[in-house]
């Protein structure tokens, strides 16, 4: 039976590779990519380039094509999703000083400093293992709605904060095989860098990240508990397809099971948050009291405007 295809793509790649005059380069790649029409987040740096971009089948064949013509990017691995739509409103590319940002005196580059890359069935086995410390590369609103089995949860809300974090915490790595990984492996590619420069050996990372962890057809997602946080609309994306699905975070109000992510309803807030529609409701959406009974609250906005017709 013929499978039906969604008309949509979802493109998540990354490549740390030298871009001379990469501020000329961002600004030719917006325009290339409002040329094809598909929508998304890059980012551009001398270091490399991080994106996730979503169009047709068509336009997107046409994107990585065209990368792959171009001798800088020609390694470049893509992880597609389909879609039935676009996830993302806009096309944006920026330029910054680092595709992953650390800010440190003497930056890491990937290419000469990283941990040892582990595919996912050798990471699976590695978790199994009792020596092992697993790190969770990425924010810690990510690890909420979904991590593996004893990962540390780190204590940051940006990336930039793993090199303090890690130095406080040393002894939670000292003598350990360590684990670590992110959505892509763009992240932890910087972070194993960094373990190995503040004197850790054994440092490894999952290739490809959680999103090719899940597509994995030897081990599918195995072991994964919740979902895996996504930088677009879809907020979050299911990876475990081997074993019934598991919920593991809890909503902000009540503590019960809950993996929907919303933004405080108090204009000015737009903290994000873990809210259940029932909490939602009760709440206004809000993240505090003070935010619920807010004039610029979205709720009270609607019910003063339906009061006026």
């Known amino acids: 039976m013929k499978r039906n295809v969604r008309p949509y793509r979802i493109l998540l790649y990354y490549l740390y590779t030298k871009i001379e005059n990469s501020e000329d380069y961002a600004e030719l790649h917006l325009k290339f990519c409002k040329s094809l029409g598909v929508l998304g987040r890059i980012i551009i740096a001398h270091e490399g380039i991080n994106g996730t971009i979503s169009g047709t089948i068509d336009q997107t064949n046409a994107y990585i094509a065209a990368m792959r013509m171009d001798p800088?990017?020609?390694?470049?691995?893509?992880?597609?999703?389909?879609?039935?739509?676009?996830?993302?409103?806009?096309?944006?590319?920026?330029?910054?000083?680092?595709?992953?940002?650390?800010?440190?005196?003497?930056?890491?580059?990937?290419?000469?400093?990283?941990?040892?890359?582990?595919?996912?069935?050798?990471?699976?086995?590695?978790?199994?293992?009792?020596?092992?410390?697993?790190?969770?590369?990425?924010?810690?609103?990510?690890?909420?709605?979904?991590?593996?089995?004893?990962?540390?949860?780190?204590?940051?809300?940006?990336?930039?904060?793993?090199?303090?974090?890690?130095?406080?915490?040393?002894?939670?790595?000292?003598?350990?095989?360590?684990?670590?990984?992110c959505t892509g492996g763009i992240r932890c590619e910087k972070l194993t860098g960094l373990f190995l420069k503040e004197g850790f050996e054994d440092v490894n990372h999952l290739h490809g990240g959680i999103i090719n962890y899940g597509k994995d057809k030897e081990v599918r997602g195995k072991g994964w508990l919740g979902k895996c946080y996504v930088f677009d609309e879809r907020i979050s994306v299911d990876i475990n397809k081997a074993e019934p699905h598991q919920i593991v975070s809890k909503c902000f109000h009540c503590g019960e099971p809950c993996e929907r992510y919303v933004n405080c309803a108090q204009l000015e807030c737009h903290a994000q948050f873990l809210c259940c529609e029932k909490c939602d409701v009760e709440t206004k959406r809000s993240c505090c009291e003070e935010h619920k009974n807010s004039e610029r609250n979205e709720y009270n906005i609607k019910e003063r405007e339906a009061a006026l017709s």
């Not at 389909?82 to 409103?89: G, L, P, Q, V």
């Open 72 to 181: 800088r990017f020609e390694k470049m691995e893509f992880k597609i999703d389909e879609a039935d739509e676009h996830c993302f409103k806009k096309m944006f590319v920026r330029h910054r000083s680092e595709i992953v940002t650390m800010n440190l005196d003497e930056d890491i580059d990937p290419n000469v400093t990283s941990g040892k890359k582990l595919k996912p069935k050798d990471f699976y086995e590695a978790l199994q293992r009792d020596d092992v410390v697993i790190v969770d590369g990425r924010n810690d609103y990510e690890y909420d709605i979904g991590h593996f089995p004893n990962a540390i949860r780190p204590e940051v809300r940006v990336f930039k904060e793993f090199p303090e974090w890690i130095r406080k915490n040393r002894e939670m790595f000292e003598g350990k095989k360590i684990l670590a990984y």
